[in-house]
Nanobody, 124 residues
């Protein structure tokens, strides 16, 4: 059974930093996509960033230059380093994983497994 467990959320002031972690277990695909989504109440999940097994990355325009996605395969962990945080980054952040089939999906529905989420709150 594949499981994803996020951690690292919290409350910071505008301009601060957080690093989210996502530990994967039971994930056996050799070629894969892993993504970070976020959601605020009443809105759809938004893809923040993704990374493929061959290190192709994607960033939403709203976070490019501030967030960095990385992975440590030896430790089965996905990271999202978030710098220069803004109040509009406040959301629940989810990691997701899927087998790589030529592209990394940009909708949460394109991923077969995701975690329970971790809350990020940025105050002004």
């Amino acid at each position: 059974q594949v499981q994803l467990v996020e951690s690292g959320g919290g409350s910071v002031q505008s301009g601060g930093s957080l690093r989210l972690s996502c530990v994967l277990s039971g994930f056996t695909y050799s070629f894969y996509c892993m993504g970070w989504f976020r959601q605020t109440p009443g809105k759809e999940h938004e893809l923040v960033s993704s990374i493929s097994s061959d290190d192709v990355t994607y960033y939403a325009d709203s976070v490019r230059g501030r967030f960095t996605v990385s992975k440590d395969i030896g430790n089965n962990t996905l990271y999202l380093q978030m710098n220069s945080l803004k109040p509009e980054d406040t959301a629940t952040y989810y990691c997701a994983a899927e087998e790589y089939l030529g592209y990394c999906p940009r909708q949460l529905g394109g991923y077969s497994v995701w975690g329970q989420g971790t809350q990020v709150t940025v105050s002004s």
